[in-house]
Every structure is written in C-alpha cells, then in structure tokens.
C-alpha cells in the first residue's frame, strides 16, 4: 500500500505545530506590552510563560497514550479546538490571572503538535525517512515563529496584541478541520490488538528505564528546551537590554531567530536521514548540533556587544542547532517499535518541557537579583549569569551522553 503524500498526511499535522509555535513566540514579541501592561515583574513574566509549558509538560504523558491507542486523527481533531478556548481566553482576559489560565489551556490544546506528526511518519514510511520528513513538518511549524515575529509586531498597532490572540483561535478552528478531513484514522497493515488501558500505561516504565532513552534523552530535551526558553520569552528581552534594540529592530532579529528555526528544521532532519542512509548514526547530526549551540552561548557570553549582523548570526545559528531536537527524536525512538512512537516522543517531550519550566523560571529569579533600570529592563549581568547556567547543563549533559550505554 502506497503510503499518503505529504500534503495529506504530514501537513496538516504541522499546520496545528505552525499555531503551536506562533502561540510560544508571540510572547517574546508581545512580552514587553504585557509586561506594561499588567505591571508583571521579570519572574512574573517568566511564570507566565513556564505556565504554558508546565501545561504542555503536563499532557505529554496522557497525549501520547492517546494517540498511540485511538490515533493522531481523532487526538488532533479535538486539541485543535482546545486550543482555539485558549486563545480566546487570552483575548478576553482582563488581569494576569485570566491569562494565565488562558495560556494553560492553549498548551493543553498544542501540547501534540511534533508528537501526531513522528507517530505518522513512523507508521507510514521508512526509518531512515521519518527524521526528514519530521524536519520538513516543523519546518512548515517554525514558520509560525516567523509569523509572531515581525508581521506579528506590525499587526499588534493594527489589531491590538488580542485581536492577535483571535487571529489564532481562527487559524486553530481551521486547522481542526483540515485533520480531521484529510488524516487518515490509522496506518497501514492489519490493526494492533487491543490491549487494556493499564497495559498500555504500564510500557511507559519501559521507556523511561532503557539504557538508550537514560543516555541520549537528557541532551536531546536540553537541546529543544533550550530553543523554547529563549524564542519562547527571553530572546526578546536579551535583545532589548543586552544589545540595546529597539522595538522594531528586536522584532527583526527574532525573524532572524525564526528563519534559523526553520532552516535547521529542514536542513538537519534532511541531513539526518541523508547520513543514516550512508551508515552514519542516527545521533550524528543531533550531537553536532548540540556542540555548536554551546559555542554559541559561550559567545554570546564573552561579548554581548556585538554588530546587529553578527547579532544575526549568532541568534541565527543558536535557533538552527536547537532544531536538531526533532532529529533526536527520531533516533531514539527507532530503539522502539512504531507503536510505542507516541509515548516515546512524549516521554522526551515531558523531560523537554520540564526543563523548559525550570529554566524559565530560574532566568527570571536570576534578572531579579539586579535592580530594574529606568526604562524598566532587566541588568545585562543577569542575562551572562543564566547563559552561563545553561551553558554548565548543556556541557554537563554531552559528558552524559558520551558514558557508555548500559546494556
């Protein structure tokens, strides 16, 4: 049985990951209104956005059950428009605390936007095919993080940051749609047999104590957490009170920031699979990745001060290795077989996104040490520290990585 194009299978899919990653990097674009607006601190600010990733941490385990029992169809149709309440909640809210609770309900509703997209692709194709046709599905996504950067920051005067918020809550309704149009219910061959729920519970304690998800997970959850936390929220204000941008500048580099996101998606899933096929380990391309992003922060640290163009380049190739995340994804979960692809991919994805929460919050208890200056910024000094922070994990988890696997 020939398996579905593309445009029938995947992209729809990545269609609910480009509202997925608009939604996370419109708060870095918008982070300082609110932030005005609502008189929120740097912690406050940064719980507001690890709210949303404890959300989405918080489903990954039931979401990728879910999937791998009643299929990535019937899954997204309905979280697709879970979504679209949250972000009508946004919209409406009046105070911190409704939008609080609208962001919660928007990572709920787009917590399965890269998992939907492997288990199909792991069911439907080839092994040494799902990293690149996983690359070019968040490829489609990142282009949401292009949206919420610069066109987003010239729609803000236009229709003000909520009707923002409404813009999405149409886009995820339409995207509901279209999956439940066009992806099939389940994948080829004859269906698995039923299995109680517990049962299917229980192959989560498998996942987590293989030598291969002990070894390899760490670094790939720290290597996407780390693209969440800063295109997430802190890029934004790095650019602003480290490099002195201004409004539409910082809205320029975070396209950078975006496009980054998006070439890596497509080049590294590409190369991935490209280099598997040759013998090369799945790995490969995910380890590199890592190497170059910690040279990165480390310059970031070392000169903050840059040109804007070299600003460019840096905040460019830091996007670019963080997409090697999905590439690791893959890898790891060719340890396993297609029907656990789900709850592998959320297994990661969990370990990921709590990351993600921990490092937000404590970027934004580190700015605090330091008094706000007038313009109602964050100290420079702050932002080395918690690269410094990050860059410590990130080289402590390739020293992880490379200890031989335990058999």
């Known amino acids: 049985m020939n398996p579905p194009s593309f445009f029938r299978l995947t992209l729809p899919l990545a269609g609910l990951n480009f509202v997925n990653q608009a939604s996370r990097t419109l708060i870095a674009t918008i982070g300082p ?10 912690s406050e600010l940064g719980l507001l956005a690890a709210m949303f990733f404890a959300a989405y941490a918080a489903a990954q385990l039931p979401v990728g059950l879910a999937i791998d029992v009643w299929g ?19 919209a409406a809210a009046t105070g911190p605390l409704t939008l609080a609770i609208g962001r919660v309900v928007t990572g709920f509703g787009i917590s399965a936007g890269l998992i939907a997209m492997l288990k199909v692709n792991t069911q439907w194709y080839p092994k040494e095919r799902v990293a690149g046709l996983t690359g070019l599905g968040v490829f489609v996504g990142a282009m949401g993080s292009v949206a919420a950067t610069l066109p987003a920051a010239l729609l803000v005067p236009l229709l003000g940051w909520r009707g923002v918020f409404l813009l999405l809550m149409a886009m995820a309704v339409a995207v509901s749609a279209w999956i439940f149009l066009s992806v099939p219910d389940r994948g080829p061959g004859p269906a698995a047999p039923r299995r109680s ?7 989560f304690g498998r996942i987590f104590g293989h030598p291969a998800f002990l070894r390899l997970a760490p670094s790939i959850a720290l290597l996407s957490a780390m693209n969440f936390t800063y295109q997430g929220l802190w890029a934004g204000p790095w650019l602003r009170d480290v490099a002195g941008l201004e409004n539409q500048a910082r809205a320029t580099l975070l396209l950078v920031y975006a496009l980054g996101l998006m ?105 605090d040490l330091w008094p706000r200056n007038a313009s109602g910024g964050w100290a420079p000094q702050g932002y080395g520290w918690a690269l410094a922070l990050t ?12 200890r031989p696997e335990r058999r």
């Open 33 to 42: 209104l609110l932030a005005v607006e609502f008189a929120l601190s740097a």
């Open 72 to 90: 990535a169809r019937r899954v997204q149709t309905v979280l697709a428009l879970v979504a679209a309440a949250g972000f009508l909640l946004c």
């Open 197 to 203: 729920l517990a049962i299917e519970t229980r192959e």
């Open 263 to 367: 070439a890596g998606s497509a080049g590294l899933g590409q190369a991935a699979s490209a280099l598997q096929r040759r013998g090369w380990s799945a790995m490969a391309v995910p380890f590199g990745a890592i190497g170059v992003m910690a040279v990165v922060q480390a310059a970031l640290i070392a000169t903050p001060s840059h040109h804007p163009a070299a600003l460019g380049l840096l905040w460019f190739l830091f996007a670019f290795c963080g997409a090697g995340g999905p590439a690791g994804y893959a890898a790891v979960g060719q340890r396993f077989g297609p029907e656990l692809a789900g709850r592998v991919a959320t297994a990661i994805n969990v370990t990921m996104l709590v990351l993600v929460f921990a490092l937000q919050n404590a970027t934004g208890w580190i700015l």
């Open 391 to 402: 860059l410590a994990l990130q080289l402590a988890s390739i020293a992880w990585m490379l």
